[in-house]
C-alpha cells in the first residue's frame, strides 16, 4: 500500500512537471490536512456516530483559465464509523480526488470531482467495561472492497498568501460490500464523510 501511495503521488506530480513546462501558467504546489468526520450511510446500518478523525495529503493546483482549475490531491484519510462510546470502527484511504475548481470572485471558489480510494488499513477498537482492546482485520478476511468511488463536493477560500480554507462532502457512489460477502452481498453500504480543513500553497 505504501507503494502504490509513492506511484501514485509520483505520477501527478510528474503529469504536472510535464504541464508545467509546456506551458507559462503558474502551477502551485501544496499540503493540506484536517479534521474528518465519518460515517456510513445505507442499508440496515443502524444507529451509528459521526467518527473524528482526520485527512493529510498533497495536491497541485493547475490554473487552466482565469477562474477555472485543476487540482488532483493524494491524501492519506481515516475514516469509518462509532457506535456510541463502545467502538470505533477506523477504515484509512488513500484517496485521489480529481477536483474540477472555479472561482466565483477573487478567493472563494467551489469544487466538484471524482475521488477514488484505496483502502489502507481496517481496524475495530473497543471498549466493553472495563476491557479494551483492538481488532485488525486481513484484507481477504474482511468484507468490506480494497477500492473505493466517491464524489467530492466542496467549497473554500484562498488567501493572497497562499493560506486556504475548505470544506468538503465525500459522497460514497459505490458499495463499500464485497459481492461475495456471506449474507451482506446484496447490501449498498457507502462512506460519508466531511472534511474541513486548512492548505497552504507555494
Request: hydrophobic share 40%; charged share 20%; proline share 3%.
Amino acid at each position: 500500500m505504501k507503494n502504490l501511495f509513492l506511484v501514485t503521488m509520483i505520477g501527478l506530480f510528474s503529469a504536472t512537471s510535464i504541464y508545467a513546462q509546456s506551458d507559462d501558467t503558474t502551477i502551485q504546489f501544496g499540503v493540506k490536512g484536517g479534521v474528518n468526520l465519518a460515517t456510513i450511510t445505507g442499508d440496515d446500518v443502524g444507529d451509528l456516530d459521526s467518527r473524528t478523525s482526520f485527512h493529510l495529503g498533497l495536491f497541485t493546483e493547475i490554473p487552466l483559465s482565469e477562474r477555472f482549475s485543476f487540482q488532483p490531491e493524494v491524501l492519506y484519510s481515516s475514516q469509518g464509523f462509532s457506535i456510541s462510546d463502545q467502538a470505533d470502527y477506523k477504515l484509512d484511504y488513500i484517496q485521489v480526488p480529481l477536483m474540477a475548481k472555479v472561482y466565483i470572485v477573487k478567493g472563494l471558489y467551489a469544487e466538484a470531482g471524482p475521488q477514488f480510494g484505496f483502502k489502507a488499513k481496517e481496524e475495530v477498537d473497543y471498549e466493553s467495561g472495563s476491557t479494551e482492546g483492538e481488532i485488525e482485520f486481513d484484507p481477504d478476511d474482511s468484507v468490506v472492497k480494497n477500492f473505493d468511488t466517491n464524489l467530492a463536493l466542496g467549497a473554500g477560500y484562498k488567501f493572497d498568501n497562499g493560506v486556504s480554507l475548505s470544506a468538503r462532502y465525500n459522497l460514497g457512489l459505490t458499495s463499500m460490500i464485497k459481492d461475495d460477502a456471506p449474507f451482506i452481498s446484496d447490501r449498498d453500504v457507502k462512506n460519508a464523510v466531511w472534511q474541513f480543513g486548512i492548505g497552504f500553497s507555494f
